[in-house]
C-alpha cells in the first residue's frame, strides 16, 4: 500500500498541469457569432496552449458585460457597442483591460423609415417630405440631424446601436424597444446586421417603408469606427443599392495582468491569421470568414490595441 501511494504521489507531482480554458462569448445558436467562434474553436483548439470553450449568449452587450464579471476571456463585439461602453463606463472598458484579437465581419446599419412620415416637430419636415413621400426616389443623403430629439424603434442588439448613433451625434434620441411589425408605421426602426438582413427585407415588402441613404463622409468625420457600405436591396419593384455605414464585429481577449495568461490570446491571433484563407475558402464554415479575409489582407487591425505575437517570448517556450 506504501508503495502504491509513493507510485500515485510521484505520477501526481510530475503530470503536466491541465490546459487553461478560455470561454467564448458569441450569440445564439443560429446566428454568425456563434458560427463563427466554433470554426474558430475547430482550427485553432489545441494550437494556442488553451481550450477553447464556445458559449451561446445575448450578442455583443451580454458578452462585454461578461468580460467585466469574468464569464467569458474572449468574446465578439460589435465596434460601435465597444467604444459606446468606452465613454460611458472608462474604468470598466478601456484598452487596458480589453485588448482586439482580430477585427471580424461587418453589419450595416438600416434606417427604415415609414413611407410620408412627418416628425411631429422639428426644422427639417419639409426634408422629410422630400425624402420619404410615398413616390420618393430618395434624391440626397439623409442627415442624421434631422432624427434630432425624435422616437425611433429597435430590438435586440440595434438598440445598444440606434444608441450610440444618438449618443455620438449629440440626437438626444429617443430608442424605443419594439417588436417586428411593419404595419407600425409610427416611427422610423434602425436595425443592424448582415446585408441582406430578413427583416428589412419583410418591411421593404410590405410597401409601407423604405430605407435611408446615409452619408458615410459625413457619419466618418464625428466616428471614425464607422466604415463605408452599400446595400441592395428590392424597394418598390426596383432593385435599389442604398449608401450606408456598417460596424465591424471584434473579437475581443481579456488583458490579464499576468503576462503569462496573455500568451495563448496572441497565439489566437497569430492562428487567426495564418488560417484566414483557409477559414474563407472551407465550404463548412460561415461565409462571412470571406469578407474578414479581405479585412486582414487589405485594413489591418482595430484602432484599439490588439495581442500582438511576441516571437521571442514564445520562441523560449
Known amino acids: 500500500m506504501r ?42 483548439d489545441g494550437e494556442i496552449g488553451a481550450s477553447l470553450n464556445v458559449m451561446e449568449s445575448g450578442g455583443s452587450v451580454t458578452n462585454l458585460l461578461g468580460m467585466t464579471n469574468k464569464e467569458y476571456s474572449i468574446a465578439m463585439v460589435q465596434e460601435d457597442v465597444l467604444h459606446y461602453n468606452a465613454k460611458r463606463s472608462p474604468q470598466r472598458v478601456n484598452r487596458n483591460r480589453l485588448k482586439v484579437i482580430t477585427g471580424l465581419h461587418q453589419e450595416s446599419v438600416h434606417l427604415l423609415v415609414p413611407k410620408g412620415y412627418q416628425p411631429e416637430s422639428g426644422d427639417d419636415k419639409n426634408m422629410w417630405s422630400m425624402l420619404f413621400g410615398s413616390d420618393s426616389e430618395q434624391p440626397t443623403k439623409f442627415q442624421l440631424s434631422m432624427l434630432k430629439n425624435q422616437s425611433v424603434g429597435s430590438w435586440g442588439g440595434s438598440i445598444v446601436s440606434a444608441e450610440a448613433l444618438g449618443y455620438f451625434f449629440g440626437l438626444n434620441l429617443n430608442v424605443v424597444e419594439t417588436s417586428k411589425n411593419v404595419n407600425d408605421t409610427s416611427k422610423p426602426i434602425v436595425l443592424v446586421g448582415g446585408a441582406p438582413y430578413a427583416p428589412v427585407t419583410e418591411y421593404l415588402d410590405s410597401g409601407k417603408w423604405t430605407l435611408a441613404s446615409l452619408d458615410y463622409n459625413a457619419i466618418s468625420q464625428t466616428a471614425a469606427f464607422y466604415s463605408n457600405q452599400t446595400v441592395n436591396y428590392q424597394i418598390d419593384g426596383k432593385v435599389r443599392s442604398i449608401p450606408t455605414v456598417a460596424i465591424r464585429a471584434l473579437l475581443l481577449g481579456k488583458s490579464f495582468r499576468k503576462e503569462s ?41 482595430s484602432d484599439w490595441s490588439y495581442f500582438p505575437l511576441n516571437e521571442e517570448a514564445l520562441a523560449s517556450q
Open 3 to 44: 508503495s502504491l501511494l509513493a507510485a500515485v504521489t510521484l505520477a501526481a507531482a510530475v503530470a503536466p498541469v491541465s490546459a487553461q480554458t478560455l470561454n467564448m462569448g458569441t450569440g445564439g445558436t443560429s446566428g454568425n457569432y456563434y458560427a463563427m467562434g466554433q470554426d474558430i474553436k475547430n482550427y485553432c
Open 261 to 301: 495568461r496573455n500568451e495563448p490570446m496572441s497565439r489566437l491571433a497569430t492562428c487567426i491569421y495564418d488560417n484566414v484563407a483557409d477559414l474563407a475558402d472551407d465550404p463548412d464554415t460561415n461565409p462571412n470568414w470571406a469578407s474578414v479575409y479581405d479585412y486582414i489582407e487589405g485594413e489591418g487591425q
